[in-house]
């Protein structure tokens, strides 16, 4: 079945780096578009990134362009997602985020999320 496992969140001080990362398993890794969302307390999930499967394609939320950066590693079915000058108002859960068709419709999956806590 789908796995998507996020790592590299914590707690770091404004204008800090963080770098994400999200394994992935059970589907073809290299064919997907891959995504990172992100969930601050009483706010909607909203998209932050978006990869397509050969990196040719990238978008990301106005919020963070110039700031974060995607990428991938095909060989090693991870998604990255690279975090500089770091703001108050990124302080969110960050999940992964593969939306597939399967059977007939599309399907999200979702990591567990991990914690992104930007504080002094």
């Known amino acids: 079945q789908v796995q998507l496992v996020e790592s590299g969140g914590g707690l770091v001080q404004p204008g800090g780096s963080l770098r994400l990362s999200c394994a992935a398993s059970?589907?073809?890794?290299?064919?997907?578009?891959m995504n990172w969302y992100r969930q601050a307390p009483g706010k909607e999930r909203e998209l932050v990134a978006s990869?397509?499967?050969?990196?040719?394609?990238?978008n990301y939320a106005d919020s963070v362009k110039g700031r974060f950066t995607i990428s991938r590693d095909n060989a090693k079915n991870t998604v990255f997602l690279q975090m500089n000058s770091l703001k108050r108002e990124d302080t969110a859960a960050y999940y992964c985020?593969?939306?597939?068709?399967?059977?007939?419709?599309?399907?999200?999956?979702w990591g567990q999320g991990t914690q992104v806590t930007v504080s002094s």
């Open positions: 985020n593969a939306f597939r068709w399967e059977s007939g419709r599309w399907n999200h999956y």
């Open positions: 059970g589907f073809t890794f290299s064919s997907q578009r």
């Open positions: 990869i397509s499967s050969t990196s040719s394609n990238i």
